[in-house]
């Protein structure tokens, strides 16, 4: 760890830099004016709705653990899904840098198979990532619905197309997914094929594809007889997707009775996603912050800079907060979020072994 420790030294301090020079942008004054102005309640709100994701992704992890009867316990799934969303705001690649954290938090607190977990974990992802595929393409529908003279007008009509196209290329890639659970396809051995026929880190992609092939095959194995359990964690999974969205309705509602229209709020879902999904530094400091105020300005947003600068920082608070607890849990079973992917990675390598031999 201490090794990597001059890394997230610096990636800790282009994040800092990256909100400083957010409210020297906004002005130091008006964003100190929108702190006083907020409120308790708008503040509380956004950290409520943080513990609401993560508390129905761990009952949804939980389904799906006992469709397998995998016996990982209500509090564990939670707590590992806390890890896992610690490590998704610190890693580069939002929504499954944490994923492996999560494997080695569960499987060394209840001693279960990393297989079997990272089993339940990928199938958990496949299927949270159809119901947010479907969720993008009703929120894109929405945008193009209600912000049609916006969208589809010049001298925003690119934009309107790039949203269109990624909610068509969104939807593409759900049926491409769900195909590949119902015929025993397997995506993630078949791009980690690739990467190694390219020679682009050969050794480590070619063992990749045989231990995402294994993987994949007896998550489609699951998914195909097990179907109608796993309805259930569908709607959870859209639920999560629900408590992440009306995250900024009911901050600006909260804290300076700003309404946002149905519309609005998908664009604001929309746009925020996307930014994360190729976030650089934690929490997507800069990225986030510099499309959302782009957003609020092409779309005529009843929000003034200073209150999205205090919004933008009520969520880092809270993602700090969540780091903060995913590395005490993860303390707890000898592990660090600095260190706990490759950590993971190695013990399902050396499970993977095992069983070969």
């Given amino acids: 760890m201490l090794k990597h420790a001059w890394k997230w030294a610096l990636v800790l301090a282009a994040t800092a830099t990256a909100l400083v020079i957010m409210v020297l942008w906004v002005g130091v004054a008006p964003t100190l004016a929108a702190l006083q102005e907020v409120g308790w309640a708008a503040f509380l709100s956004v950290g409520a709705l943080l513990a609401a994701t993560f508390i129905l992704q761990a009952a949804a992890w939980t389904i799906l653990n006992r469709v397998v009867n995998l ?3 209500v509090l564990t799934a939670l707590e590992g899904t806390i890890v896992a969303l610690a490590g998704n705001i610190i890693t580069p690649t939002a929504h499954l840098g944490g994923e492996p954290l999560k494997v080695l938090y569960a499987g060394r607190r209840r001693g279960l198979s ?3 977990l990272a089993s339940t974990v990928l199938l958990g992802k496949y299927i949270e ?3 947010f595929v479907l969720f993008i393409c009703l929120g894109t529908v929405v945008c193009a619905l209600g912000l049609k003279d916006v969208l589809f007008r010049p001298p925003h009509l690119a934009w ?5 196209s990624l909610g068509g290329l969104s939807l593409l890639a759900m049926i491409v997914l769900t195909v590949s659970l119902l015929r025993r396809r397997t995506p993630l051995a078949a791009i980690a094929g690739l990467l190694c026929r390219l020679r682009i880190f050969p050794t480590f992609f070619d063992n990749l594809r045989k231990r995402a092939a294994k993987v994949e095959l007896r998550v489609s194995q699951v998914f195909r007889r097990e179907g109608r359990s796993i309805v259930p964690a569908f709607f959870v999974y859209l639920l999560t997707h629900a408590a992440i969205a009306i995250k900024p309705l009911a901050f600006f509602y909260l804290g300076w009775k700003v309404r946002l229209g149905l ?5 604001f879902f929309l746009t925020s996603q996307a930014l994360l999904a190729f976030q650089l530094v934690p929490s ?3 990225t986030l912050d510099g499309g959302l105020f782009a957003m609020i300005y092409l779309a005529g947003m009843n929000i003034h800079r200073p209150q999205m600068a205090v919004f933008l920082l009520c969520i880092r608070f809270w993602d700090a ?3 903060a607890v995913g590395a005490v849990l993860a303390a707890r079973v000898g592990t660090g979020l600095l260190s706990g992917r490759a950590a993971a990675r190695s013990q399902v390598q ?6 070969q031999t």
């Fill in 71 to 73: 016996r990982l316990g």
């Fill in 114 to 116: 990393y297989e079997a």
């Fill in 129 to 131: 990532t159809i119901s």
């Fill in 160 to 164: 309107g197309i790039v949203l269109v």
């Fill in 263 to 267: 519309p609005e709020l998908a664009l």
């Fill in 284 to 286: 997507g400091v800069g």
């Fill in 321 to 323: 907060a969540v780091v």
């Fill in 350 to 355: 050396q499970e993977a072994d095992s069983v």
